[in-house]
């Protein structure tokens, strides 16, 4: 039946035969045991290097409906209880620390009373674990940089240290992290390089011993190139010209050769992934050049991309604006750039049928660069231009595919 301790019960008795009940006699009284007392299991008492995820089992008492697990420090100061509707109870419920000795008091629940606590059972967690990478990170190589890198995780960690290391074993960094990953982008790193990685558990204050380390070759450096739209065309000496974009780059280095490819004219170094020939020195007009490009991340540089054929031109801003109104520098001329004076913004309408990206610049009268962008193709009927600029004349020069446009437009 459903009972209760320490509860004070009347009995009476009928004595039944076949399907029938006799009355019932006299009754008597019949006092209950107050709620017992229980502990932890003998196995568990003075118990040594348990683990916080291992199962702490009590002494289970009939008809009890819960049990509370009284957490106290070695020396019987409280801590916390940890509630369970089951006999059993794992220190990875509560705020633990590894290498520590609790006492473990429980009392039992019945409804809503719980009984006294009984004795108490010394229990010590383990030292704090050792962790490494995971596995199928251990020896991979062609890494990225940017690719996190994964250690076991630990139950209860706080925080996780990853020891860098030459592949020699010689101490670089450490990168002290909350969660257990990282990156090698969170460090001072270089491409087609082997790391040995170790992780040390943190858990508050203090960390653990270092697990085994794990080696780690990251990718060599990357290659990038000027974008194949621009590509063997001829541009105005003004134009920007464009090298995919390669993440973590610090700049470009663009490397200018002759015709043949054979002879290195010049070079120039960007922190943008752009430049034009206005920006260089010792280049001749109606030439055509090679140009490869190096990525640069801090003070190392990559190896050159594919080659890119650009002829550059003689036309020039000053003389664009002092000549006529609209320069066109190809057979195709599509483009409109209205409106014209404008107050406020002008947007330019794109050629039909043309889907490569657009690029341009626009240059004030004195021939100082004010933008230099590029839109694709289905965001340009949306894109405007001007709006901080002052009032006064610009020259804007429009290239989509092999078609450039030069525009003469005026802010009132």
Known sequence: MNFSYGTTYQVGVQVKQGEVYGNEGSRCNV?????????????????????????IDAQPISGATGYRFNIYTSSGEFITTIDRSIYFFRFSQMNFSYGTTYQVGVQVKQGEVYGNEGSRCNVTLSELPTTTLVTSMCGSTSVSPSQW??????????GYRFNIYTSSGEFITAIDRSIYFFRFSQMNFSY???YQVG????????????????????????????ESAQCGTSILYTDAIYAVSVSDATGYKFNFYNQAGTTLVTSFESATNWFSFSQL???????????????????????????????????????????????????????KAYPNPFTTTFSITPMERETAT??????????????????EANEITNHTIGEQYPAGMYLVIVRQGANTQTFKMVKQ
């Open 149 to 158: 890198i994964d250690a076991q995780p630990i139950s209860g960690a706080t």
């Open 199 to 226: 992780v040390q558990a943190k858990q508050g204050l203090v960390y653990g011993t270092e697990g085994s380390r794990c080696t780690i070759t990251l990718s060599g450096p990357p290659t990038t190139s000027i």
């Open 192 to 194: 087609g390089t082997t």
């Open 281 to 335: 020195t010792g280049y001749t007009f109606d030439t055509t050049y090679q140009v490869r490009v190096q990525v640069i991340r801090g003070t190392e540089y990559g190896v050159e991309g594919t080659a890119c054929s650009i002829t550059v031109l003689t036309d020039a801003p000053a003389r664009a604006l002092s000549n006529q109104d609209e320069i066109k520098t190809s057979m195709v001329s599509e483009f």
């Open 358 to 375: 657009l690029f341009y610049q626009v240059y004030d009268v004195t021939g100082k660069m004010m933008e230099s962008r590029s839109v």
């Open 31 to 55: 006092t209950l045991s107050e709620l017992p007392t229980t502990t932890l299991v003998t196995s568990m008492c003075g118990s040594t290097s348990v683990s916080p995820s291992q199962w």
